[in-house]
């Protein structure tokens, strides 16, 4: 890793990569004494007024209502939709990752797709049947299954197709969640579907489950039993309450690491067959074209992945000095071993630190403390998981994967699927940040 | 059963599941737990009979496809009743922009983000039957009845050139049709089923 271009400007701290990068050890417990060797504190000396109490604190504030919702002054902080009417089509809302931190996404800006609308489903009258290749076919209910020991998990479900308009030729100018707003992480909680297989007593022959959601398209995936018994759950909670009405209420299958879709949502069937289905959903959609035109099928996995979320396009930087970057990493086949980051456009890297426990499967958030000295920047990051899986450079992957012959203008796209490259974020003199490649 | 035969024969998570599950799954006077009954064991027991009609599963050598037949012939006319408003006049799309063309499409050298279609991608037609089946119309699934869904099944495979115009889809007939790009797939990660 360089050490370069420490620009004569950083005071006492070490210097891990080019255009600022500072090490993430500076991170630990140092508080107003790092931001002050960073040159930020008291660079203005402006005069500050005299302080006076806010009219908020001199009256009763609000009723406490039953179910909270966010302050009215974070309005903007909502799914951006593909189909906002309704129309006849598939529905996409997207996470708007530039505007959450953390690594658990709340439950109303979870990503959601719907092919055939959002099913309103009565929980007292829905029904999961196992049958096929078992011994006893079994009926169960909500009611049922919420009796059983329920296992928790945070992980990460991501549509096949998120960032899909990375594959553009030129980098399509859309925020974090446009690009990548097909990813949420939450906590689930559900019966591990071993246990139910068991209880069936599943036929050694059979190698596939058929599950079918109760939407009105029936959509239907075909998923290897290997997975069904490695780490696969019937949810029925989501981040501690019910599942939403979007990601699948009142349950769906969560196949951690795997393509979203096969995550079926409204979860009604489950049938034990000796070969896959080839469903609508894993024939076309989910399935992809390379360059050349062979193609892939049965792709299963999630592969690690990282991107930053702040800053990010069309944030702006305000004054040179320091700035955290931060974003969220993941990667189906684990847990998250490292995130190193650049600013000078991939020339240096700088490890980054990573925030609370690392979970399998799950996002890991990432900051790097940066101090920004006004000049263009390029910042990337770029991620590494337990399984020895690096996340592949745009050239990489370009090459293996391919590229539109023609710029691609919306962020709602989908020219191809399972992108997982970097992405990279330019920020201009006057600290406009753009989407790039580099 | 012993004790230590039971042990020896589960998983650590299960052995663990029935003793947190002891007092719930069986009356305290009960005799120890056999293997089978350490689990909670909430599940209604079902006849495939009574799935039958949730039962629209359909795998690539034919099995789940139910009786019936249909020809192109009588496909043309349910596909202009029911179809066309989205899918454009005898398939060819152009409706609205989401609706896709359900005839033609380019080779698949023409890039990676080239149109998908029934003729230059789907590996097997029982694909074509089986979502026809569970998801349209639309706005009306379950709609169509098994004979209607063969019919445009054939209609579709007819206008693709894939099969004849005279020839007549059914459960012994459709699995046999060879799509032209079903042996044109790579599994990623075939150490994974």
């Keep these: 890793m360089g050490k370069s271009s420490s620009r004569g400007r950083t005071p006492s701290l070490e210097a891990v990569a080019g255009n600022g990068l500072v090490n993430r050890r500076a991170l630990l417990g140092r508080g107003i004494a790092l931001a002050g060797a960073l040159g930020v504190s008291g660079a203005t000396g402006a005069a500050a007024e005299p302080l006076e109490d806010a009219p908020w604190s001199h009256a009763f504030g609000e009723v406490t209502p039953p179910l909270q919702t966010p302050s009215r002054f974070e309005k903007n902080v909502v799914r951006a939709l593909s189909n906002p009417n309704g129309e006849f089509r598939t529905a996409h809302a997207r996470t708007p990752h530039q505007l959450l931190n953390g690594t658990i996404t709340p439950n109303p800006l979870h990503f959601s797709i719907n092919h055939g609308g959002i099913p309103d489903i009565d929980p007292a009258q829905h029904k999961l049947v196992i049958h096929g290749m078992v011994k006893q076919p079994l009926e169960f209910t909500l009611e049922t299954l919420s009796r059983y020991p329920l296992a928790t998990r945070p992980h990460f479900v991501e549509c096949a197709g998120n960032s899909a308009g990375m594959f553009s030729s030129e980098p399509i100018q859309a925020p974090a969640g446009l690009l990548h707003g097909l990813v949420s992480n939450a906590e689930w909680t559900g019966v591990p579907l071993s246990v139910l297989l068991d209880e069936a007593t599943i036929d050694p022959n059979a190698k596939w489950l058929v599950a079918e959601g109760g939407d009105a398209q029936f959509l239907d995936r075909s998923i290897p039993v290997k997975k069904a018994y490695d780490d696969a759950i019937v949810a029925i909670y989501q981040n501690g309450e019910r599942l939403m009405p979007g990601n699948g209420y009142p349950m769906r299958l969560l196949v951690a690491g795997y393509q979203g879709n096969m995550n079926v949502k409204f979860l ?17 959609n989910y399935s992809q074209i390379l360059p050349g035109g062979k193609t892939w099928r049965f792709h299963f996995l999630m592969e690690v992945k990282s991107f930053i979320t702040s800053p990010s396009f069309g944030q702006h930087l305000k004054e040179p000095g320091f700035y955290a970057i931060s974003g969220v990493a993941y990667s189906g086949a684990g847990r998250i071993a490292k995130v190193m980051v650049s600013a000078d456009g991939g020339k240096s890297w700088g490890e980054a630190a990573l925030q609370g426990a690392v979970h399998d499967k799950a996002f890991t958030r990432f900051v790097m403390p940066w101090r920004w000295d006004g000049q263009p920047a390029v910042l990337q990051s770029r991620a590494w998981d337990e399984a020895g899986n690096v996340q592949p450079l745009r050239a990489e992957f370009v090459a293996a994967r391919g590229q539109t012959k023609a710029p691609v203008k919306s962020p709602l796209a989908f020219p191809n699927q399972h992108y997982n490259s970097l992405t990279s974020w330019g920020v201009d003199r006057k600290g406009e940040v753009a989407h790039v490649y580099a | 059963m012993s004790t230590l035969e039971m042990f020896g024969r589960k998983t650590l998570a299960a052995t663990l599941l029935a003793v947190t599950l002891g007092a719930v799954a069986a009356p305290a006077q009960s005799p120890p ?149 079903r042996d044109n797939f790579i599994m990623p990660y075939p150490d994974r089923i």
């Design chain 1, 268 to 284: 009604r069937r489950l049938k034990a067959v000796d070969q896959p289905a080839y469903t609508y959903f894993e024939s076309k």
């Design chain 2, 33 to 181: 737990q056999s293997p089978s009954t350490a689990s909670p064991h909430l599940g209604r027991p079902i006849s495939e009979a009574d799935i039958k009609n949730w039962d629209i599963a359909v795998l690539p050598n034919g099995v789940g496809l139910p009786a019936g037949q249909g020809t192109p012939q009588e496909g043309a006319t349910i596909f202009a009743e029911k179809c066309s408003a989205c899918h454009g006049e005898a398939a060819r799309g152009g409706v609205a922009p989401f609706y896709p063309a359900l005839v033609g499409g380019p080779p698949l050298t023409d890039g990676i983000e080239t149109r998908k279609t029934i003729a230059n991608y789907y590996a097997y037609p029982t694909t074509i039957f089986d979502y026809i089946r569970r998801a349209m119309p639309y706005p009306a699934p379950r709609s169509l009845s098994d004979h209607e869904v063969y019919a445009l099944t054939a209609y579709i495979l007819s206008l693709n050139k894939l099969i004849g115009e005279n020839d007549t889809m059914d459960a012994q007939s459709l699995p046999k049709v060879k799509m032209p790009n």
